[in-house]
Structure formats: structure tokens, C-alpha cells
């Protein structure tokens, strides 16, 4: 695992996979409680770290940091964005209902506080569609039990910072082509979030993944990496005839 130094001295861990030369570099931001390992499946696609045209993939908290970074100062080295299962704020207030009421929200934050092993342990088997089959029971085993490596204090502090944050008034000034990845049945966030995602991104559409609860590239895989090829073959196209004015 390498580690670079950000500008204000914060050390961000990250693994480099692949390094085929013109290929689309494709940028894999993990959620709350994983880590690189959970996106094994998408080793497949591997390619250069190049962070120029690439395409940022954010999975649940790693898409609140890829809208804060496409709404920033590095927006231009993106080519475009895939969300997956997401919402532009955790909490729910009384004029906002996509994300987790706050009763939910309260019940987490004393179950990270308090048990930790244990929330986190059943967080990884919750991000799989429910009742979990036979086929994901060992990945969803291993997702619970990579979640109880975390460090509580840690999780605790990114946690409490997640649920402070609303994006909402970012997303219109995000004009990056937006692929909002739904996993059908998420017991996190609904196909209504994915249609406020789609209404509220200037380039965005939704695919919906019958399949899937909250981790669509872990429970279908192989869609989930062609649709992301897909995308990526779809922007590389656009770029192409830009450049070219045919």
C-alpha cells in the first residue's frame, strides 16, 4: 500500500493496480468502515493512476468526498463520475427525507460509540440485499468482518463528520456525465434518492440493479464492471469526436 502527503499534511493510504499506457484511469473511493480490498472484483479494470480524464467511482461516503472533490479545484482532472448508492445527505430534517431519519442516525452513532464490533458486524452483513443468499454468505461474512478491523475512534470521527454534510448545493455546479449506480434493494436509500441524484446533476442517469442492496459491485460484479466499461468506453468516444469534429 503507497501513501502520499496532502497539502495540509494528512497521510491518505492507496494501491496503484495495472498500468496499461491511454487507457482511462478509473479512481475507486471506498465507503465508511472498508477499504481497497472491498472493490477486488474491479481489479479486472486496473489501469494507470494517471488522475487526468479519469473517472472517480464513489462508493456511499467515498461519493460525498468525490462530489466535494468535483465541485473543487481538482474537478478538471475528471472525466466523469459513478455514485454509487448514495445520498446528498445522510440526515433527514423535516424537508429532506432521502437519506436516514434521525432516529436512525442517533441509534448508529450510539452503536459505534458504544459497541463497535458489533454494529460493525452487522453493517457488513446489512449492505447486502436481505435475506443474504447462499452464494454472497462468505463475501458477506468477510465484508462484517473486515468492518470490525476499523478503529472505533476513528470510524466514530468520520461517521459524525458524514452526517454533517449536505451537498445538495453542490451538485448543480457538477457538470462531469454522472452514472448513479441504485442497488435495488438497499435498505439505506431508495430509487427516489437515485431520481433526485439524476434531477439534481446537470449530466446525469441512473441504472438500477435488481440484484443488489447497498454494494452493487460486490453482489454483481460482472454487470457492475461492464456497465462501468460501458461508461468509460462512452466518455472516451465523446472525447474522441471532440477532438476530432467528426
Not at 431508495?190 to 434531477?199: F, I, P, R, T
Not at 454494494?215 to 454483481?220: F, G, I, T
Not at 465523446?238 to 477532438?243: D, E, G, K, L
Amino acid at each position: 500500500m503507497d501513501v502520499f502527503t496532502a497539502s495540509d499534511g494528512t497521510r491518505i493510504a492507496y494501491r496503484d493496480s495495472g498500468g496499461a499506457a491511454g487507457r482511462t484511469p478509473i479512481v475507486l473511493l471506498h465507503g465508511l468502515m472498508a477499504h481497497s480490498g472491498f472493490f477486488a472484483a474491479q481489479d479486472a479494470l486496473a489501469d494507470a493512476l494517471g488522475l487526468q480524464g479519469a473517472i472517480g467511482v464513489g462508493w456511499s461516503l467515498g461519493a460525498t468526498v468525490l462530489w466535494h472533490v468535483l465541485a473543487g479545484a481538482a474537478a478538471g482532472r475528471f472525466a466523469g463520475a459513478v455514485v454509487v448508492d448514495m445520498t446528498a445527505r445522510v440526515k433527514n430534517d423535516a424537508e429532506w427525507d432521502l437519506g436516514l431519519s434521525p432516529e436512525a442516525v442517533a441509534a448508529r452513532s450510539a452503536a459505534i460509540a458504544g459497541d463497535y464490533e458489533g454494529f460493525a458486524l452487522s453493517a457488513g452483513q446489512a449492505i447486502f440485499a436481505q435475506p443474504v443468499t447462499a452464494e454472497h454468505r462468505g463475501l458477506a461474512d468477510w465484508a462484517a468482518g473486515e468492518f470490525a478491523k476499523g478503529d472505533a475512534a476513528a470510524m466514530a470521527s468520520v461517521w459524525a463528520s458524514l452526517i454533517r454534510q449536505d451537498v445538495r448545493g453542490l451538485l448543480e455546479g457538477i457538470s462531469h456525465p454522472t452514472l448513479i449506480v441504485h442497488g435495488a434493494q438497499s435498505n439505506l436509500y431508495g430509487e427516489d434518492n437515485a431520481d433526485h441524484l439524476v434531477a439534481a446533476l446537470p449530466h446525469a442517469r441512473a441504472v438500477r440493479f435488481e440484484k443488489s442492496g447497498h454494494a452493487p459491485h460486490l453482489e454483481e460484479p460482472e454487470l457492475f464492471n461492464a456497465t462501468l466499461k460501458d461508461f468509460a468506453d462512452g466518455l472516451s468516444l465523446a472525447r474522441s469526436t471532440q477532438t476530432t469534429g467528426i
